[in-house]
């Protein structure tokens, strides 16, 4: 069987061999055996990831999607809003008169509108697939194909720092993964304050491929030599065991607080690096001013602190003190900035670390987002990796990615974002291929308010996720064992050969066939194509590395060879601590991508924006998510730990993880006890946004007053034709606020809300997540 994009799967039934492959979750093989797919982890991995056991029930599960879906609203009554949207049944529709209605679709919007009315959606992770990469097709796509799409900026998981590491300490990517790595903290670092953890859960994961986890392994070796740790969280799961940390159960959303309070004890005793403060960074007597008052009246010191934190005046004192003197790695995870103000964790955390002089020595300084995902704290490859290039988008327009539905809602209307003021552009068309904004995104009865303002949303999915049911057209793909591909990620050195392990499910195709065949009803085949097949894009898009080892006299095997072997290890860069050392060494000859070239304590660029919700350091600006009567208790809504944000939820591993087919909550024993709840009981968790049903388990490692639900979990309402149906399977974004942690950068505040909490008694409404919406039910016959 040929594709139109001539892409010719190999027929693979059982096979003996195991086939090597790779994923978000680590490399691996597997094979199909007796009917039934088998998977085991790559053996050089120390510690593997048990994500990758999704696979087998994931492989032929119900919830995929085997034929071309069209709203049967749509269908039947054209393009235009529709609140059905996400209530409405499906009509099954053949390649080629799906394709042909979508061009046209794209046509009209393209020359009524023009490019700025469309949106590529595709928020989701870069993939371990270096070619069937779904944001580089479908913005390809759009680029070649329709003239430009309004795009989306940075991301969900660190929305705030992305805009304001560049104003502060310079390049993002230099903070993050060429500043410390995990061997520095296992063989240098004296003291590690971890605001918010290092959860294995997600560094266990990665954008694309990962070959080795080493996490855990270089926490347990620094505490084996007597490095400290001391994790603030109100969970005490956010470090391993194997740290051995000390916890500090702080009140959520307080680490700046506490970050204040330090950094004033180290100032008032004298303990602050002065030296460094003077030669590396602007604008600390600024800062300094207000730090102890003379600014504003109000000294930052513990005893301020202190019932704002939920910790002790002397233990802030103890703790700053333990500091000084000692190589010490301050780390500010992903989760603090994904709240309101969630760019002031971020920035006193810098200060926090230049305060105690360490940024730019070998396991110490600044870690912001070290454990966040497996690609930080690692070392660059030092050849060009396969790279499928997107072209260039004509429109200049974009938004901050956790604005959409803003977007959608409020056309015309202004924001702001960086010290600019924008407008939201008018959308016709949404495409999304690649992520689940019904997973990333927050309020989500808001969400399907805005979803049914599109004359037109297009989804490429491989089951039937929420995104799916609320899409006028929803075109089957495949899953990443069906398809070739090279796997890789630049900060792993394994580059694997993605070898496919099964056939297609149903009619799925890859999305590289799919927008080929689009583009050959727009007219614009050879611009997205090149005249290429996948394998030959495959070997084309190999040849750069291939080059990049012959320059440095290293074998380059052909791709014939390469295609042929378990995967190619490939040179990496020193682990020399990178721009942050170099400018540590020499500041005037490495000066940091800043205005003043130094870190910024206080940022003349930022305070001349003029907003009260960020000013121009790093600030208290009060407290937020703040329990009540109503909404008694914290919800943490935090990654979880048996899949990748809400992949494969209807896989095996995710499943075992529930309870009674329901999302895991935490709670504290005592605060169950006041609502009547015991261990294993269904519990209903809701706030004035909406309310979902978890299960619960009583542990004494979460503060009390706090409830966490991890997401991922499918949205499942009882009865999609409420306005504000009861998600029966717990997703946490039901509850969740849509709103921006700053007008500076405008990114998802996701991580926090208050709720209330009472023991589920009545009749428990079936878990139909994962069942095909009305209407589909006859494809999985055919």
Not at 131 to 142: C, E, V
Not at 620 to 627: C, E, H, R, S, V
Not at 714 to 733: F, I, M, S
Request: charge should be negative; proline fraction near 7%.
């Amino acid at each position: 069987m040929t594709s139109p994009a001539g892409q010719a799967p190999e027929a693979l039934t059982d096979n003996e061999a195991f086939r090597p492959h790779t994923s978000h979750w680590g490399v691996f093989s597997a094979r199909m055996k007796d009917g039934q797919l088998e998977v085991r982890p790559h053996p050089g991995d120390p510690d593997p990831n048990d994500i990758i056991q999704n696979f087998p029930g994931a492989l032929r599960h119900r919830a995929r999607i085997a034929r071309p879906m069209v709203r049967r609203g749509w269908l039947e009554n054209g393009p235009g809003p529709d609140d059905r949207r996400g209530r409405d049944e499906y009509v099954p529709m053949s390649w080629s008169a799906v394709l042909d209605k979508l061009a046209g679709e794209l046509r009209r919007v393209r020359d009524d509108h023009g490019p700025g009315a469309i949106f590529g959606g595709s928020y989701g992770w870069a993939s371990a697939g270096r070619f069937h990469h779904a944001q580089s097709q479908i913005h390809r796509f759009l680029n070649t194909s329709t003239g430009g799409y309004v795009k989306s900026v940075n991301s969900y998981s660190s929305g705030a720092s992305s805009v304001l590491v560049p104003h502060i300490i310079g390049d993002y990517e230099d903070l993050v993964k060429r500043n410390v790595s995990w061997e520095q903290i296992a063989e240098h670092s004296e003291i590690v304050l971890a605001f918010g953890g290092m959860a294995l859960k997600n560094s266990m994961v990665a954008g694309g491929s990962i070959s080795r986890h080493v996490e855990r392994g270089a926490m347990e070796r620094a505490q084996e030599r007597g490095c400290e740790f001391v994790l603030v969280s109100p969970l005490r799961g956010d470090l391993p065991t194997e740290a051995g940390a000390e916890w500090v159960a702080n009140i959520p959303g307080s680490d700046t607080a506490l970050m204040l309070a330090l950094v004033h004890a180290l100032v008032v005793n004298g303990l602050h690096d002065r030296a460094f403060l003077e030669r590396y960074t602007a604008g600390w007597p600024v800062f300094e001013r207000y730090l102890t008052g003379e600014s504003d009246g109000q000294p930052k010191d513990a005893a301020w602190a202190a019932p704002i934190t939920g910790m002790p005046a002397e233990e802030i004192v103890a703790l700053a003190k333990r500091l000084h003197g000692k190589r010490a790695l301050i780390v500010v995870a992903h989760a603090l900035q994904r709240a309101t103000h969630g760019e002031q964790p971020v920035w006193m955390g810098m200060v926090l670390a230049a305060a105690l002089g360490q940024i730019g020595l070998p396991g110490g300084g600044y870690g912001y987002g070290l454990g966040a995902i497996a690609y930080y704290g690692r070392r660059y490859n030092a050849v060009p990796m396969p790279t499928f290039s997107q072209g260039k988008n004509p429109v200049s327009d974009f938004i901050p990615v956790a604005r959409i539905s803003d977007m959608l809602l409020n056309p015309g209307s202004t924001y702001r974002y960086n010290g600019q003021t924008r407008t939201y552009p008018e959308i016709k068309l949404v495409y999304w291929a690649g992520g689940n904004p019904f997973h990333h995104h927050q309020d989500l009865n808001r969400l399907r308010q805005a979803f049914a303002r599109l004359d037109t949303l297009v989804v490429h999915e491989l089951a039937w996720t929420a995104t799916a049911r609320h899409a006028d057209i929803v075109l089957p793909c495949t899953m990443t064992l069906e398809r070739e591909d090279i796997g890789g990620n630049s900060n792993d050195p394994l580059l694997v050969p993605m070898h496919p392990v099964v056939a297609p499910y149903g009619e799925a195709r890859d999305d590289y066939a799919i927008f080929a065949g689009l583009a050959e009803r727009l007219g614009t085949a050879e611009a997205f194509t090149e005249g290429r097949s996948v394998r030959q894009w495959l070997e084309h898009l190999y040849e750069p590395t291939r080059i990049g080892l012959a320059e440095k006299g290293l074998p380059a095997p052909s791709f014939a060879e390469f295609w042929a072997s378990e995967g190619y290890e490939l040179p990496q860069q020193p682990d020399d601590g990178g721009n942050l050392r170099a400018f540590r060494q020499d500041p005037a000859g490495s000066p940091l991508r800043t205005p003043s070239g130094k870190l910024e304590v206080f940022s003349e660029t930022i305070a001349s924006f003029g907003e009260t919700d960020c000013l121009g350091h790093p600030a208290w600006l009060g407290a937020t998510n703040i329990p009540d009567a109503a909404a008694p208790y914290v919800l943490v809504a935090n990654q979880p730990r048996t899949r990748l944000h809400s992949q494969f939820d209807f896989g095996g591993h995710s499943g075992e993880g529930k309870l009674r087919g329901r999302e895991v909550a935490r709670m504290h024993p005592e605060d169950a006890a006041t609502r009547g709840i015991v261990d294993g009981d269904i519990i209903r968790i809701s706030n004035e946004r909406g309310a979902c049903l978890a299960g619960v388990i009583l542990t004494d490692g979460i503060r009390k007053g706090v409830v966490q639900l991890p997401t991922g979990a499918w949205y499942d309402p009882a009865d999609p034709t409420e306005d504000k149906p009861l998600c029966v399977h717990g997703n946490p974004n039901v509850l969740t606020r849509d709103i921006g942690t700053s007008a500076l950068a405008q990114g998802c505040t996701g991580q926090l809300t208050t709720v209330q909490v009472e023991r589920f008694d009545g009749n428990l409404p079936p878990i139909q997540a994962y069942d095909p919406p009305g209407g589909s039910a006859a494809e999985a016959a055919e």
